[in-house]
């Protein structure tokens, strides 16, 4: 109970349907050269001081980190636009990911959960 007072992540999404919050991407991406394929490209520097000294003055090879994402999560992030919920998205990856049908929910929401931890995605009506 203490660490639940103490832990303001858990109250933030105190009472709140994880099926109705719209992620939307808060990084940038570029698309592979084959369809399907989606880089994530994570500024190697974010915070307030060194983001704004050192991160423009980096050459261009150095700016970002670059993420690849699997097929799974390449098609979640080209639906996430802002507009497709959580609930939105679990339907459509079991349209397209039939044989994978197994508590896609519960992976689904840890999955989009730990892209938020990660200050990949936001979700645009989380209070």
């Known amino acids: 109970m203490i660490s639940r007072l103490m832990n303001r992540t858990a109250r933030r999404f105190a009472g709140i ?3 109705d ?7 940038e991406h570029e698309l592979g050269p084959d369809e399907g394929k989606v ?7 974010s915070g ?3 983001g704004r000294l050192i991160q ?9 980190i670059r993420l690849p994402l699997e097929s799974r999560g390449a098609l979640l992030w080209q639906k996430m636009d802002g507009k497709n919920s959580v ?3 679990a339907a459509l990856f079991g349209e397209h990911f039939s044989e994978d049908q197994k508590d896609v929910p519960e992976r689904l929401s840890g999955y989009l959960y730990a892209m938020w931890e990660n200050k990949f995605i936001e979700f645009k009506n989380l209070p």
């Open 56 to 64: 423009p003055r980096l050459a261009e090879s150095k700016k970002f």
């Open 48 to 50: 307030a001081i060194f």
């Open 21 to 27: 919050l719209i992620p939307a991407p808060r990084v």
């Open 17 to 19: 349907d994880f099926m």
């Open 39 to 45: 880089t994530l490209l994570i500024p190697r520097y």
């Open 87 to 89: 609930g939105d998205l």
